[in-house]
Nanobody, 124 residues
């Protein structure tokens, strides 16, 4: 079993930045694909970004490219999400995910492990 613990969420004004972290523990594999999804009230779960163990990343909506950056430190079993130029539309619960495989899908059903989520609220 793999445990994922997110941190770094909170309240920020529009235009601000946040950095989320996710530490993996338990039966972890450094080759596992990881990522971030988000879920806002009344909306579907949405892929924010995913990353392979070699650092190949994929972003969800075009609006995230250029504003968000995903990275990972395999030695620390930790994945990060830097978010800049935040808007109220980015308000959601952000979940860290991992899977027992190397391919970084953007489909949430492909991920075996989910963190408890961290709330990100962007005020206008």
């Amino acid at each position: 079993q793999v445990q994922l613990v997110e941190s770094g969420g909170g309240l920020v004004q529009a235009g601000g930045s946040l950095r989320l972290s996710c530490a993996a523990s338990g039966r972890t594999s450094t080759s596992a694909a990881m990522g971030w999804f988000r879920h806002a009230p009344g909306k579907e779960r949405e892929c924010v970004a995913t990353i392979t163990w070699t650092g190949i990343n994929t972003y969800g909506a075009d609006s995230m490219k250029g504003r968000f950056r995903i990275s990972r430190d395999n030695a620390k079993n930790t994945v990060y999400l830097e978010m800049n130029s935040l808007t109220p539309e980015d308000t959601a619960v952000y979940y860290c995910v991992a899977r027992d495989g190397t391919f970084a899908y953007t489909d949430p059903e492909r991920y075996d492990y989910w963190g408890q989520g961290t709330q990100v609220t962007v005020s206008s």
